[in-house]
């Protein structure tokens, strides 16, 4: 049962355009939430994250949105960038628990 | 730091061989997750250990997966005999503990092919 879902497995985006990446989960107890971000051949690498009392995160062209009460989060970028091609995951957990995953979001930005 | 270091980087096997991937966490972190990816389940935790102790193992397939950490600095995990539908790539990650606030730090994982 996936307590974490990413319901779109790609995107396209233009160059210099925004890239929204949604993420849905199940569990209310949830605190924290985290994006990785994959190339291939290589192991997922921490992007951002935020907090369940904040409900928005900032790190230069990317900024993380989340929305406790629809159980939704996403992750803007902008602007995309040839180089932000991969595969997106979103990660969740309650402390002292386990981060669960949800099943990656591929990213293609068009030059 | 060198990070999370796992071997081998690729195996192939045959099926019902023995298969031990290996792990090295970061140097000062208390736990250490073994992660599986596939298509249709993305990454799927495996197990997880906190001061070498296994704290879940319910997402291990079956009986034929079983991982240890002996020490704070090494963790195996192995698959006795191993399946075609095996095949997926195997992350390890640590982190510093099991607070809120903690980052996952992955390996470069290893590619199990089983023929």
């Known amino acids: 049962d996936q307590q974490v879902k990413q319901n779109s497995p790609s995107l396209s985006v233009q160059e210099g355009r925004i890239s929204i990446l949604n993420c849905d989960y199940t569990?209310?107890?949830?605190?924290?939430f985290l994006w990785y971000k994959k190339y291939p051949a290589e192991g997922p690498t921490f992007l951002i994250s935020?907090?369940?009392?904040?409900d928005k995160n900032e790190d230069g062209r990317f900024t993380v949105f989340l929305n406790k009460s629809a159980k939704h989060l996403s992750l803007h970028i902008v602007p995309s960038q040839p180089g932000d091609s991969a595969v997106y995951f979103c990660?969740?957990?309650?402390?002292?628990?386990?981060?669960?995953f949800g099943t990656g979001t591929s990213l293609t930005v068009i030059p | 730091d060198a990070g999370v270091i796992q071997s081998p980087r690729h195996e192939v096997t045959e099926m019902g061989q023995e298969v031990t991937l290996r792990c090295k966490p970061i140097?000062?972190?208390?736990?250490l997750f073994w992660y599986r990816q596939t298509m249709m389940r993305g990454l799927e935790l495996l197990i997880y250990?906190?001061?070498?102790?296994?704290?879940?193992d319910s997402g291990m397939p079956e009986d034929r997966f079983s991982a240890k950490m002996p020490n704070a600095s090494f963790s195996t995990l192995k698959i006795q005999p191993s399946e075609p539908r095996d095949s997926a790539v195997y992350f390890c990650?640590?982190?510093?503990?099991?607070?809120?606030?903690?980052?996952?730090?992955f390996g470069s994982g290893t590619q199990l092919s089983v023929l």
């Open positions: 990650a640590s982190s510093l503990g099991l607070a809120t606030n903690e980052k996952l730090f």
């Open positions: 569990n209310s107890m949830f605190d924290y």
């Open positions: 935020i907090s369940s009392i904040k």
């Open positions: 990660a969740a957990r309650m402390s002292g628990n386990q981060f669960y």
């Open positions: 140097s000062g972190h208390n736990s």
């Open positions: 250990f906190n001061n070498n102790v296994p704290i879940d």
